[in-house]
């Protein structure tokens, strides 16, 4: 049971998980997964971390960088880790939203309509290159990421569970892209970038690779059902009062800094506290600390926050506004 409102940040008592799975059992999932990944990703044990997170938090992940950084390698090693039904979707200006959801097909033999699934019904879909695509396209996943479901001609279809979108795009400058609708960019739970590896990391990335395709030793280390009662179990993680309320001043400054123009919204809280009970069961918690949140806040919500002209004319990076956000509310006392 959770324990009555209490101004500390942890449980009075232990909390009683009535998931089969164990917080101490998702943590070990988590590290296997990761070591998995790390395997084929060199040098970059922060966004496996992060992806990991974003897995068991049971939200959906955007990764923007430069073409060649590895954004692509790293969705496909968390789907073949998991050996969960992965499907790929390299989003085209030409991409219709009918190819992402799927579409009815007339039956001449029964003389009706059957629904032909698209690309979205997997437990982990690859969105490559998102923003290559018209924003109609783009559009045609809000449904499927908001809600585990996609409705065609009147019929609604669950989607399976885990389900997980590992979209990928580069920088919307670059010729031929389009950006990400605010809409579509607020349902992905925490975005992140690869940057370009060290130097040690580079060179022991030439020497596995001579080899072949680094992606084919990845093995599977756990199946779809672990990965859905992992994310069920993530719910035992207690989240204080203390914890809510400090969320939700960190987001709430978003939208009253002077140089924002658009802050957070309420489902960026949801996603922070989420991500901040997944952050705490991999620490070996089964209680939410301040520093779970601020760990967390800059790649949960500075892909959601416009920048005003101004703050763009003096470059001041969306990353680093959030940060100073985070910095200036003061971090609730620990019991």
Partial sequence: MVPAASPT???KEPLVNESSVTLREVAELANRISAEMARVIEGKPQQIRTAVTVL???GH???EDVPGVGKTVLAKSLGRAIHGDVKRIQFTPDLLPSDVTGVSVFNQSTREFEFKPGGIFAHIVLGDEINRASPKTQSALLESMAEGQVSADGKTYALSKPFMVIAT???IEMEGTYPLPEAQRDRFMARITMGYPARTSEIAMLTHHAGGDQLDTVTPVTDALAVAAAVEAIRAVYVAPVINDYIVTIVDKTRTHDDLRLGASP???????RA???QAALAGRDYVIPEDVSALAVEVLAHRVLTTVEAQVARRDPDDIVRSIVASVPTPARA
Avoid: D, E, K, Y
């Avoid at 489902?267 to 506290?273: I, K, P, V």
């Fill in 9 to 11: 940040t942890h449980p």
């Fill in 56 to 58: 068991l938090a049971g």
């Fill in 61 to 63: 992940l955007l990764i």
């Fill in 169 to 171: 795009q580069n920088p």
């Fill in 267 to 273: 489902r960026a809280s949801l996603h922070l506290m």
């Fill in 276 to 278: 901040a009970r997944v």
